[in-house]
């Protein structure tokens, strides 16, 4: 004689308690499988930007538009009428760091979608890293970021941009930004993981986008400030990257808002990173 044994089936909050827990073997999981979880992952976020091209419209069209408009609308008040080659050789260098921060906005949104459609439940639910899915997200805009950089920097060069310094400058400028880009997509990837939703993902971000990339040296050069806004500028770390990407494109002292723009980034990850990585465990 059979016995048949029946299962209580799984009700929702079962499912995300055991989504929060996930595996009994993550702390398991060494260096070699994190890299191989995060190669995996990113191949599939490639592959998502593959079947839907228009998520690479801001991208491509955000570096053309922006230094059109601030170099035709603005070069020839900050410069000098007729002078915009000069105002190229400024603006540039900075708009690098804030291409940065508005892509380091949609991870942000897009972290929070996620959530909404199920898809980190379902890598929750598997025996990988925690931080492998986030990683992997930073790793694929930072590759978004570079193209956006390299749209940028090519228009610059039709507008009369040039490299006073040298091709290595130029990288590390570049360098630069990514490092300091990737520690901000850490903040909004936190912001995604605690709002409700993408568009106040979205209201938030700007509100902190908008004081930190005009009220920097970006776009204007801060003597032209008044005082209280020159002492912001000055602790902007926006501001400082500005400066480091400046100086090594155009030449000039760069060792002190390098290291302040290190030290931001380095800041900035350690203590948004755990707290990200918890956070995407602990969501319900």
């Known amino acids: 004689m059979s016995t048949v044994t029946t299962s209580k089936p799984s009700t929702p909050a079962t499912v995300s308690a055991a989504a929060a827990v996930g ?25 998502q930007i593959k ?8 991208v491509v069209f955000m570096p053309i538009i922006f230094t059109l408009l601030f170099v035709f609308v603005f070069g020839g008040a900050i410069s000098g009428k007729g002078q ?34 199920g ?45 006073k310094t040298s091709v290595l400058d130029l990288f590390l400028s570049i360098g630069l930004s990514a490092v300091f880009g990737a ?25 902190v986008l908008m004081p930190l990339q005009f009220g ?27 400066d480091a990407a400046r100086g090594l494109i155009n030449g000039g002292a760069v060792a002190h808002p390098v290291w302040v723009t290190l030290a931001w980034s380095v800041a900035i990850t350690l203590v948004t990173m755990p707290l990200a990585v918890r956070k995407f465990r602990q969501k319900t």
Not at 24 to 35: F, K
Not at 87 to 114: E, K, Q, R, S, W
Not at 216 to 242: C, E, H, R, V
């Open 84 to 117: 915009q080659e000069a105002y190229v050789n400024y603006v540039v260098p900075g708009l690098m760091a804030m291409m940065g921060m508005n892509i380091a906005m949609g991870v942000g949104t897009g972290v929070n979608d996620d959530f909404k459609k």
């Open 183 to 207: 520690s901000l997509m850490w903040i909004f990837i936190l912001l995604g993981l605690t709002m409700k939703t993408a568009q106040a993902v979205q209201g938030m971000a700007m509100l």
């Open 51 to 58: 079947q839907d091209p228009e998520s690479m419209f801001d």
């Open 23 to 47: 595996p009994a073997d993550e702390g398991r999981i060494g260096l070699r499988g994190n890299l191989r979880h995060i190669g995996a992952l990113v191949r599939r976020n490639t592959l």
């Open 119 to 163: 898809v980190m439940d379902r890598f929750r639910s598997m025996p990988i890293a925690r931080s492998s899915v986030l990683i992997a997200k930073i790793v694929v805009e930072l590759g978004r970021m570079m193209v956006a950089i390299a749209i940028l920097l090519a228009v610059g060069f039709m507008l009369g941009l040039s490299i």
């Open 216 to 242: 920097s040296s970006i776009f204007a050069p801060p003597s032209t400030m008044p005082g209280w806004l020159q002492t912001f500028t000055d602790y902007n770390p926006l501001s400082n990257l500005a």
